[in-house]
């Protein structure tokens, strides 16, 4: 038996990472919080989409991102934004009714008129500029720690 991680050992639905790092440790990993801004399918008005999560400094060959589809992970870039200053952009997320989905989930809202903005609509076009231009095809709110200002949110 190989030695390694098969690529199902790994659940992203168990993700917890601590709201600190523990006594006498530095952060060990600083992430970039991934964005994108895109009209909003009600008002048509530009928007900030929460997309997921990924290494500021990813290790050669590394192709993950933990997208913000994944309940958990929207839970963490929400906590990781209130907790580093950046409260409007954390309020844009909340519970709300998915009638695609017939259940309440986690979401990105319209920050103008707070209109659902679909997992799948959001993350669809995610994809489309990560495989163009890898994660740098999103924009990043902030990034390493301490945690910068993003131009959405202000200072």
């Not at 690529?7 to 919080?33: K, M, N």
Request: with cysteine; hydrophobic share 35%.
């Amino acid at each position: 038996m190989d030695d390694r991680a098969a690529v199902d050992d790994f659940d992203p639905e168990t993700i917890e990472l601590p709201t600190v790092p523990p006594p006498g440790s530095a952060t060990t990993v600083a992430l970039r919080v991934l964005t994108l801004s895109r009209a909003c399918w009600a008002c048509g008005k530009d928007t900030v989409c929460l997309i997921g999560l990924y290494p500021q400094r990813p290790g050669r060959g590394y192709v993950g991102l933990f997208t913000t589809d994944n309940a958990k992970t929207m839970a963490l870039v929400r906590r990781l934004l209130q907790q580093h200053g950046h409260a409007p952009l954390a309020a844009t997320v909340k519970s709300r009714y998915s009638r695609t989905m017939r259940e309440r989930q986690l979401s990105n809202g319209c920050c103008h008129c707070d209109a659902l903005q679909g997992n799948f609509a959001v993350h669809d076009e995610a994809l489309r500029r990560v495989a163009a231009d890898g994660a740098d095809g999103l924009d990043t709110c902030t990034e390493s720690t301490p945690w910068e200002s993003c131009s959405w949110c202000g200072p």
